[in-house]
């Protein structure tokens, strides 16, 4: 029974791809590029260094070295002088880029409602509770790990 719970959890949670992959297209950038370009936007005012992307994603520094070098020459992104750090460079969101992540954050809000659309408002809501319940479990076990 859980093997099955799971599955339909994962099963209707990858019917999300198609729409992420579509706007993926229109844009012509890849998944790991919209998702750089939207967090340098929403912490940019912070500033935001590559040793800071590499650490967050989990890759290394020359896979986002690369990644960066790939949005500056598409003028999505560029990288300026820290004003604390002469060694730092801070990462910045391009006209070109901005805005990008918002058009994609729109659509999957449409998709988001689209897929409970079936469900009844308590019916929301007691979903909402029970994976909540779940999420808690394993953060939980990730406090004790």
């Known amino acids: 029974m859980s093997s099955d719970v799971y ?3 994962f099963h209707i949670l990858s019917r999300s791809r198609p729409v992420a992959e579509a706007w993926i297209r229109e844009v012509n950038l890849t998944m790991a590029q919209g998702r750089t ?3 340098i936007e929403a912490n940019e005012d912070r500033g935001v260094t590559a ?3 590499a650490e967050i994603s989990g890759t290394t ?3 986002v070295s690369s990644l960066i070098a790939g949005l500056e020459r598409g003028g999505y992104i560029e990288r300026r002088q820290d004003p ?3 060694r730092s460079k801070l990462l910045r969101v391009l006209p070109k880029g901005r805005g990008l992540t918002r058009d994609f954050d ?3 809000d449409a998709w988001k409602q689209h897929l409970l ?3 009844t408002d ?10 909540t319940t779940i999420d808690t479990h394993l953060a939980k076990e990730d406090d004790h790990s």
């Open 7 to 9: 599955d339909l959890m």
């Open 37 to 39: 370009i939207g967090y």
């Open 51 to 53: 040793r800071e992307l």
């Open 61 to 63: 520094a020359a896979s």
């Open 84 to 86: 604390a750090d002469a």
């Open 106 to 108: 729109r659509q999957m």
């Open 117 to 119: 659309d079936p469900l």
């Open 122 to 131: 308590e019916e929301r809501e007691t979903l909402a509770r029970l994976l």
